[in-house]
């Protein structure tokens, strides 16, 4: 079954979480010894386009935490360097689930990333960051495409946070 990402308006957070699941599944992702190296390597296959992630140094990234730039030649995630290593992986897990979904850039986002040098004038930006609730109705399907986005960086975590084997999971009853 092909999951369309398509018009988004009243999607309840069920259909949002079982789209992602959806997604998830088709992955085919081996759950016990997939890594996120793996992952990265199968969103290239899926998408036939080199993903390059790049830590980016920028303080004034005060409310953006993650970039999606989609290129012609490669797709770019900038993830902050400050930011924690666990926390890194979740954005790129996010951004890696844009990717997936195939949805639509966000050139607005690009006013609200100041100093990230984004080359190509065709480039498509897609930024994790809050949403600030609003009844507008672009703020809702933007909702959507976030929530999808979040609960499927969710399942993949979920992977890679995998217990390493019983005895781990034992320790922790
Ligand atoms: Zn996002």
Not at 35 to 53: E, M, N, Q, S, Y
Request: aromatic fraction near 4%; charged fraction near 25%.
């Amino acid at each position: 079954m092909s999951v369309n990402s398509g018009t988004p308006h009243g999607r309840t957070p069920a259909d949002i979480a079982k789209n992602a699941q959806r997604k998830f599944d088709s992955l085919n992702l081996n759950t016990t010894t997939s890594t996120l190296v793996d992952i990265v390597g199968l969103v290239v296959d899926r998408l036939g386009k080199p993903i390059a992630i790049e830590p980016i140094g920028d303080k004034s990234w005060a409310t953006v935490t993650g970039l999606w730039v989609d290129t012609a030649e490669r797709h770019r995630i900038l993830i902050r360097k400050t930011d924690t290593p666990l926390y890194q992986t979740h954005v790129v897990l996010h951004e890696l689930a844009h990717i997936l979904f195939e949805h639509p850039g966000c050139k607005t986002a690009r006013a609200t990333a100041p100093g990230v040098p984004i080359d190509a004038t065709s480039a498509e930006v897609r930024a994790r960051k809050v949403i600030a609730s609003s009844s507008s109705e672009s703020a809702v399907s933007d909702a959507v495409l976030e929530g999808e986005a979040e609960h499927l960086a969710f399942l993949l975590s979920r992977v890679l946070l995998r217990p390493k084997n019983d005895s781990d999971e034992r320790v922790f009853g």
